[in-house]
């Protein structure tokens, strides 16, 4: 067990939908980073909070988006849902603060998401 | 981009043998981690190096991260079927902003009894 959940662990859902995933980091880690995995394209960073702020985007859609709440806990939104967003999508945190070269992220269980 | 190539994509071994993954890239990394991961599940941690040439034991596996900080290896030594699963390593870069992990392509791993 990492220490990291997420809720929900399945999610079956329309085209045109809107979903919220949850995550919540292990004690202590204030970074709170979303990765999206597919059969055809792997592991994709999506994007990074810090203590409650964007730190970092990466391959994120514009029909998704992230926020960081005051307690550390995350949530991803996806609107607009496409038969493409059928992925798991896992939530990591780490304690990193960018002051040393360790960044040790410690993964969800993750959320499959099923577009129909 | 940073992209991180894994090879072999596919190994299957009997039990017992000794096995090598290796992930290679162009890019230099601050840090690299290798994962395991089970179908359906989360990448579960198994290391962490930073400095070049360094190397790490984890029982029956050997990990090293090249002197430039650009490849990594892992070595495992007698094989057993508790061992098959998704290698992934992930490289973390170096400045402010660009803490994540850019991961490999993956390494299924087959242990035959």
């Known amino acids: 067990d990492s220490g990291v959940t997420q809720t929900p662990k399945h999610l079956i859902t329309a085209t045109g939908q809107r979903v919220t995933l949850r995550c919540s980091p292990r004690?202590?880690?204030?970074?709170v980073y979303w990765y999206q995995q597919s059969l055809d394209q792997g592991l994709q960073f999506l994007i990074q909070?810090?203590?409650?702020?964007?730190?970092a985007k990466g391959n994120i859609l514009e029909r998704f988006s992230a926020q960081q709440f005051p307690d550390l806990h995350s949530e991803l939104n996806l609107s607009s849902l496409e038969l493409g967003d059928s992925a798991l999508y896992f939530c990591?945190?780490?304690?990193?603060?960018?002051?040393?070269?360790?960044?040790?992220?410690?993964f969800g269980p993750g959320t499959r998401l099923t577009v129909l | 981009t940073q992209l991180l190539e894994q090879s072999p994509q596919f190994l299957s071994i009997q039990e017992g043998e000794n096995l090598t993954v290796y992930c290679n890239s162009s890019?230099?990394?601050?840090?690299l981690q290798w994962y395991r991961q089970e179908p359906g599940e989360g990448p579960v941690l198994l290391v962490t190096?930073?400095?070049?040439?360094e190397v790490k034991k984890l029982k029956r596996l050997t990990f090293q991260f090249g002197d430039a900080r650009k490849d990594s290896s892992l070595h495992i030594t007698a094989a057993q079927p508790g061992d098959t699963g998704l290698y992934l390593c992930?490289?973390?870069?170096?400045?402010?902003?660009?803490?994540?992990?850019?991961f490999g392509t993956g390494t299924r791993l087959t242990i035959i009894p």
């Open positions: 990591a945190s780490s304690v990193y603060s960018g002051l040393s070269s360790y960044n040790e992220q410690f």
């Open positions: 992930a490289g973390a870069g170096t400045n402010f902003g660009n803490e994540k992990l850019t």
């Open positions: 890019s230099v990394f601050s840090s």
């Open positions: 909070y810090y203590n409650g702020e964007e730190r």
């Open positions: 190096v930073v400095t070049g040439g």
């Open positions: 004690s202590g880690d204030l970074s």
